[in-house]
């Protein structure tokens, strides 16, 4: 009898496990394979809402937990937390001698994780890569990731060409799409009534989802930028705001706290939730009218149900964005100019037709059935374009 294929993937935050729960459970749910869960980050955190609990809630077993984030979240503290990852890492990596390690996006989070796989040689399978974020160092980290995986899953070819670009050969980049594409498929739906209950507040029309982190290479100070953001909510008093907490990043406490204390002087028509969950985060986005800031989630799951989304400065940068996608500086006049076009009936008019640049879902799937059949151990050779080889 062989033994199983152990996958262990690595999750740090909400809505990156929010992306890999259909790949956790297709694994989980194959005999042929063996599910490992390290989880880490912000899921260990009361700040964030201590999110594993929501993990071991949805039937996993999660196998390792990792403490790696310091209560200081400056750009020191932010590096210092890498560090502990690598040390957690390299003890618990060793202890699970895992097959595969699949890990997702570009937080510094996965960095460690992949720095010690590398050195143990533990085989990495990276989901989205390729992809670019100029306003924020997630963009180096993700392509520093690309070089020490074995295996890319890529949500759109334009992201396929450039990890081959990064020298890694075509056979070993797969575009399948992006996999948060999967819960829109599969999602139970809350009603507007049912998601009023569950947070405990009233819905009126036009709501505003608002997700803004700190963009890490911003043009100004995340806590400059916020504050042109909430000056542009305040030009639409009849709106009902939902934010939802920014990530553990640099400067991301200030955010926090900048936005309860706005929510707090408006709380007739606005909330903040440390986390929704996914299947009421959808939800939510499914009934708002408008989703604001510069998440990632606002590029790729928002154009599938056809909602207007204001992207605000440049954290996305670089990414492909939909018909649905109005881009917006920094700037109070900018946004405001922005989810006025969002409301416009002009626009509106067009969103029926937005088309989803991130493929159509069923990514997991083949991500799981390529990971069971990958051939293991081969060592990578550099793909150089010019020569082809």
Same mark, same amino acid.
């Given at each position: 009898m !062989? #033994?199983?294929?152990?996958? +262990?993937?690595?999750?740090?935050?909400?809505?990156e496990?929010?992306?890999?729960?259909?790949?956790?459970?297709?694994?989980?749910?194959?005999?042929?394979?063996?599910l490992?869960?390290?989880?880490?980050?912000?899921?260990?955190?009361p700040?964030?809402?201590?999110?594993?609990q929501?993990?071991? /809630?949805?039937?996993?077993?999660?196998?390792?937990?990792?403490?790696?984030?310091?209560? =200081?979240?400056?750009?020191?503290?932010?590096a210092?937390?890498?560090?502990v990852?690598?040390?957690?890492? /390299?003890?618990?990596?060793? *202890?699970?001698?895992?097959?595969?390690?699949?890990?997702?996006?570009?937080?510094?989070?996965?960095?460690?994780?992949a720095?010690?796989?590398?050195?143990?040689?533990?085989?990495?399978?990276h989901?989205?890569? &390729?992809?670019?974020?100029?306003?924020a160092?997630?963009?180096?980290? *993700?392509?520093?990731?690309?070089k020490?995986?074995?295996w890319?899953?890529?949500?759109?070819?334009p992201?396929?060409?450039?990890?081959?670009q990064?020298?890694?050969?075509?056979?070993?980049?797969?575009?399948?799409?992006?996999?948060?594409?999967?819960?829109?498929?599969?999602?139970e739906?809350?009603?507007?009534? =049912?998601?009023?209950?569950?947070?405990?507040?009233?819905l009126?029309t036009?709501?505003?989802?608002? !997700?803004?982190?700190?963009? !890490?290479? &911003?043009?100004?100070?995340?806590? &400059?930028a916020?504050n042109?953001?909430?000056?542009a909510?305040?030009?639409?008093?009849?709106a009902?705001? %939902?934010?939802?907490?920014?990530?553990?990043?640099?400067?991301?406490?200030?955010l926090?706290a900048?936005?309860?204390?706005?929510? $707090? @002087?408006?709380?007739?028509? $606005? !909330?903040? +939730? /440390?986390s929704?969950?996914?299947? *009421?985060?959808l939800?939510?986005?499914?009934?708002?009218?408008?989703?604001?800031g510069? #998440?990632?989630?606002?590029l790729?799951?928002?154009?599938?149900?056809k909602?207007?989304?204001?992207n605000i400065?440049?954290?996305?940068?670089?990414?492909?964005? $939909?018909?649905? %996608?109005?881009?917006?500086?920094e700037?109070?006049?900018a946004? @405001?100019?922005?989810?006025?076009? /969002?409301?416009?009936e002009?626009?509106?008019?067009?969103?029926?037709?937005?088309k989803?640049?991130? &493929?159509s879902?069923?990514?997991?799937r083949?991500?799981?059935?390529?990971?069971?059949?990958v #051939?293991m151990?081969?060592q990578?050779?550099?793909?150089?374009?010019?020569?082809?080889?």
């Open positions: !062989t #033994s199983k294929r152990k996958i +262990c993937i690595v999750t740090g935050s909400r809505a496990y929010g992306l890999l729960y259909w790949l956790m459970k297709e694994v989980s749910d194959d005999t042929d394979l063996q490992q869960i390290i989880a880490t980050g912000m899921h260990l955190s700040e964030f809402g201590l999110t594993f929501q993990i071991e /809630a949805d039937g996993f077993t999660i196998d390792a937990k990792i403490e790696m984030l310091l209560s =200081s979240d400056s750009p020191v503290g932010i210092k937390s890498m560090g990852g690598v040390i957690g890492f /390299a003890d618990v990596l060793a *202890r699970l001698k895992p097959d595969i390690l699949v890990v997702l996006g570009d937080r510094f989070e996965m960095l460690a994780a720095q010690v796989a590398l050195v143990l040689r533990i085989p990495i399978a989901i989205h890569g &390729g992809e670019t974020t100029e306003g160092f997630d963009e180096g980290i *993700r392509h520093a990731i690309t020490m995986a074995q890319h899953f890529v949500a759109a070819e992201y396929r060409k450039r990890v081959i990064l020298g890694e050969t075509s056979d070993r980049v797969f575009n399948f799409g992006a996999p948060g594409l999967d819960y829109i498929q599969r999602l739906w809350m009603n507007r009534s =049912s998601l009023e209950k569950s947070l405990a507040f009233k009126a036009p709501v505003f989802l608002v !997700t803004y982190h700190s963009a !890490t290479l &911003g043009q100004q100070e995340p806590i &400059g916020m042109e953001l909430l000056a909510l305040d030009e639409f008093s009849d009902t705001v %939902v934010f939802t907490y920014p990530n553990a990043d640099t400067g991301g406490r200030g926090i900048r936005l309860n204390q706005w929510v $707090a @002087a408006n709380k007739h028509r $606005a !909330t903040a +939730c /440390a929704l969950g996914q299947q *009421r985060y939800s939510l986005m499914r009934e708002s009218d408008v989703i604001l510069n #998440s990632s989630s606002a790729t799951e928002a154009p599938v149900l909602k207007a989304t204001v400065g440049d954290r996305q940068k670089g990414r492909l964005k $939909a018909t649905s %996608v109005i881009d917006a500086e700037t109070k006049d946004i @405001a100019g922005a989810i006025r076009k /969002a409301l416009s002009d626009f509106r008019a067009g969103l029926p037709a937005t989803s640049l991130y &493929g879902g069923n990514v997991s083949r991500v799981k059935n390529t990971l069971k059949v #051939s151990g081969q990578k050779s550099f793909f150089d374009i010019e020569h082809g080889h």
